[in-house]
């Protein structure tokens, strides 16, 4: 073959050990792993560097030497790291019945910790065809030499986290964010003292795992090429992301992405990763070949059972990962253990979390394998792992993912709080349940407040400034004739849609200010959505999935909403100053040692809130402290647009002190500890669409 007449260095070649799979460097060269029941041949392929078309060596595995059952290994001696590589693999081309193999194809390692794309083609990959010279390379990296200085993940109680959502490449891409290595792992870095002074305590980062960046989905409107710029479509499981590294030539993808995680822990940031295996980025019958459907496409993917050519697509992407097949699920928590053991990472948020569940025949089962081997993992036992407890197939499974200590994208809190603030009425109950840890949710199940993690914006849907700028989506710019992205919102314009006058802005930005304080005041582990803190706008695009520019943080915004960033950094710690805030077990009517019990609704009468009042848009609560030397809080909320009274509770020897009020112009919306202003009689005016906070203090203070 050609290949072979090109050979210009002879490794030698040894048997091999089949596990671990991938490739695993030793002193003296590499051994390589990878699964494939069903092929007939395996040749690994290794090439000089990222630019050379063809290898300068074809070692092909005999069967019968180097294949222990569906493991195919071999051992190639005085290969070092750097080395660029893939795999042809024969077997039978077949696609009635699942089976994809096509030697023409170079395949990837799923378990590389690296990718080259350098000569990458993906229409080659898509086409009949030979694409050896245009195909994606796998990396050999050593993760083994790193100097972690101590570093280790946080463990940071999970009710104590307050996570800040964010992409890496919007973050920082931006000529305003000021870094030198815009978009990038080390841009991150550069934008740390940002995040440790608005308080959070986890930043959960969009997918960062290998994907193509480069894939041009359409074209938009202005004839500008739309790509994938979220990220949720991987192609490396154990890579970072090629884009997100300053050298990636040079292999430096493990070691650039660890000086991330050990940078935000000594600043106390836990690293907490949006992972990706519902799904893989070769799509459909129609999409790439690159990896697992040359590897074992009857294996790694749910097929349609009555013509298994087709997909099927539980996940709304063009395939579905089989995570249940046992190979798969192996991948799957080797992968998730990878990134705690070697990379640090202190939690992961599980992308349409409930096709984890499903069995090899699609159905959502109560003791699914893969979602199990992750919570009962020795190596996971201290590690945050949150589902998103649905899909595109129709399965929804807020409050009964399976599982102990799964949290949960609480959606559900979304939808109420968002309802609610904009001025709905008749919510009153199911808003005392939310602010409780939703506890008709999961306290019926065994669980408890910590398994919610409660959001009113996300990456996926309208900014938080959107939400209250704009009453429908703009995603025009997306090129899907506006098609795209949820049509009810839940949001409310404020009286005009897009850009508005001053009146108009005050109310937006109260509005704002509501939603943070109804978040923050609630059980369970609160998540805010990067930029929301300095109204950071999309247009009114609610699904920014392939826009770039109009999705980067636009870091004048610090300075122009100062007041506004100033309220969120106060309110987070107004959080982090008051434990009760931060309860793991659900309320039980106990009483604090001055006699109030840990939670006393109320309505504008003491005692007496209006659960079956349909118009009902106001509320007050009282919580008592979890110890002495706490201060009990009382809270009041008007959604009503007019001023109404509230009546105050009496607690002997305490008088009430004013914390916050977001009806309040800045710096008097709220105040750091030691300068709350004294509330008297016995009556306060809550100002229409505003919250209050009181707190209880010693009169004598």
Known sequence: MNECRRVVIDHAIAQGQPHPLGPSVQANGVNFSLFSQNATGVELLLFRDDTAPLPYQTVR????????????????????????????????????????????????????????????????????????????????????DYDWEGDQPLGRPIQDLVIYETHVRGLTRSPSSGVEAPGTFGGLIEKIP???????????????????????????PDKQPLRNYWGYSTIGFFSPENSYCLTPEYGTHVNEFRDMVKALHRAGIEVILDVVFNHTDEGNHLGPAMCFKLLDNSIYYHLVPHDRQYYMDYSGCGNTFNCNHPVVAKLIVECLEFWVREMHVDGFRFDEGSILTRD??????????????????????NTKIIAEAWDAAGAYQVGYFPGYRWAEWNGRFRDVARRFIRGEGGLIGEVADRLC?????????????????????????????????????????????NNDGANDNNGWNCGAEGPAGPEIERVRAQQIKN????????????MITGGDEIRRTQGGNNNAYCQDEISWFDWSGAEREAEMLRFFREVIDLRRHHPMLRRSRFFTGARDARGVADVTWHGTRLGQPDWDDARSRVLAATFGAQDAAEIDLHVMFNMADHTIGFDLPTIPGREWRRILDTSLPSPNDIVSPGHEV??????YLVNGRSIVLLGSFDRRQ
């Open 678 to 683: 004294r509330v008297a009689g016995q009556e």
């Open 515 to 526: 939603f943070a304080t109804f978040l923050m005041l609630s059980q369970g582990v609160p």
């Open 61 to 144: 595995l005999d069967p019968v030497v180097n294949r222990a059952f569906g493991f195919w290994h071999v051992f190639v001696e005085g290969l070092r790291p750097g080395a660029l590589y893939g795999y042809r693999i024969d077997g039978p081309w077949d696609p009635a019945n699942g089976h994809r193999f096509d030697r023409s194809k170079l395949a990837i390692d799923p378990y590389a910790r690296g990718h080259s794309a350098t000569l990458w083609d993906r229409g080659a990959a898509c086409a009949p065809g030979d694409n050896v010279e245009t195909a994606m390379r796998s990396v050999v990296i050593d993760w083994s």
């Open 360 to 381: 090899e025949n699609g159905e959502t089962v109560l003791h699914p394998p893969v979602v199990w081997a992750i919570e009962l993992s020795e190596t996971l036992a």
């Open 437 to 481: 840890g939703s506890a008709s949710i999961y306290q019926a199940s065994g669980h408890a407040p910590i398994n919610s993690v409660n959001f009113i914006t996300c990456h996926d849907g309208f900014t938080l400034n959107d939400l209250v700028s704009y009453d429908e989506k703009h995603n025009w710019a997306n090129g899907e004739g």
């Open 194 to 220: 940002y995040l440790r002074e608005l308080g959070v305590t986890a930043l959960e980062l969009l997918p960062v795992f290998e994907f193509d960046s480069s894939q041009v989905l359409r074209q938009g």
